[in-house]
Antibody, heavy 126, light 107 residues
Framework: QVQLQESGPGLVKPSETLSLTCDVSGYSINTGYCWVWIRQSPGKGLEWIGSVYKTGSTYYSPSFRGRVSISVDTSTNQFSLRLTSVTAADTAVYYC???????????????????WGQGALVTVSS | EIVLTQSPDTLSLSPGEGATLSCRASQSDTRSSLAWYQQKPGQAPRLLIYGASTRATGIPDRFRGSESGTDFTLTITTLEPEDFAVYFCQLYGASLTFGGGTKVQIK
């Protein structure tokens, strides 16, 4: 059974960097799929942040480009999110997820999300 | 950027009734398809439908997806108590975006 688990600080100060890690069990990242970060602000909808493939190839939402970095560590079967210069607007539940994928404009892009972590609430506040 | 608009915002129904949820794309994109998710309070979303009409593994056949041009529909033929939740649509392929959600609540 594939399981994903987010971990990281639940409180981040404004202007600092949000860092989260997703631990994948029951499936090897090296086998395939895209690995994705998605967030959901309190009481609001879902927002895709970006994705990473086992090779390290990344694909980011234009809304976060310039502030986001997603990396993968196949030796530990984990992938990570870094979001810089955070503000209160970045307060949200952050989910890691596994996605089927395809090619678009020669880039590996995520399609739909079939396995999700339970989510990690990150609050941006001083 | 394609925008997905879900309607209605809230659907108030009784168990045993049928539900029809709409998701409309702001423009046509033949390179993209659609998925539907169910989310209950305090839980992560769960994949229901992909490819507009293919049920994900383990999803009961009372959940049915369909498409007509830029209009996508999720139909729950007979609502079970566990179906009361928020439903999101998601476009993928050339574009990746989520709709704002429809809450199906008990009347």
């Amino acid at each position: 059974q594939v399981q994903l688990q987010e971990s990281g600080p639940g409180l981040v100060k404004p202007s600092e960097t949000l860092s989260l890690t997703c631990d994948v069990s029951g499936y090897s990242i090296n086998t395939g799929y895209c690995w994705v970060w998605i967030r959901q602000s309190p009481g609001k909808g879902l927002e895709w942040i970006g994705s990473v493939y086992k090779t390290g190839s990344t694909y980011y939402s234009p809304s976060f480009r310039g502030r986001v970095s997603i990396s993968v560590d196949t030796s530990t079967n984990q992938f990570s999110l870094r979001l810089t210069s955070v503000t209160a607007a970045d307060t949200a539940v952050y989910y890691c997820s596994r996605a089927t994928m395809g090619m678009e404009n020669r880039q590996i892009v995520p399609f739909y999300f079939d396995v999700w972590g339970q989510g990690a609430l990150v609050t941006v506040s001083s | 950027e394609i925008v997905l608009t879900q309607s209605p915002d809230t659907l108030s129904l009784s168990p045993g009734e049928g539900a029809t949820l709409s998701c409309r794309a702001s423009q046509s994109d033949t390179r993209s398809s659609l998925a539907w998710y169910q989310q209950k309070p305090g839980q992560a979303p769960r994949l229901l439908i992909y490819g507009a009409s293919t049920r994900a593994t383990g999803i009961p056949d009372r959940f049915r997806g369909s498409e007509s041009g830029t209009d996508f529909t999720l139909t729950i033929t007979t609502l079970e108590p566990e179906d009361f939740a928020v439903y999101f649509c998601q476009l993928y392929g050339a574009s990746l975006t989520f709709g704002g959600g429809t809450k199906v609540q008990i009347k």
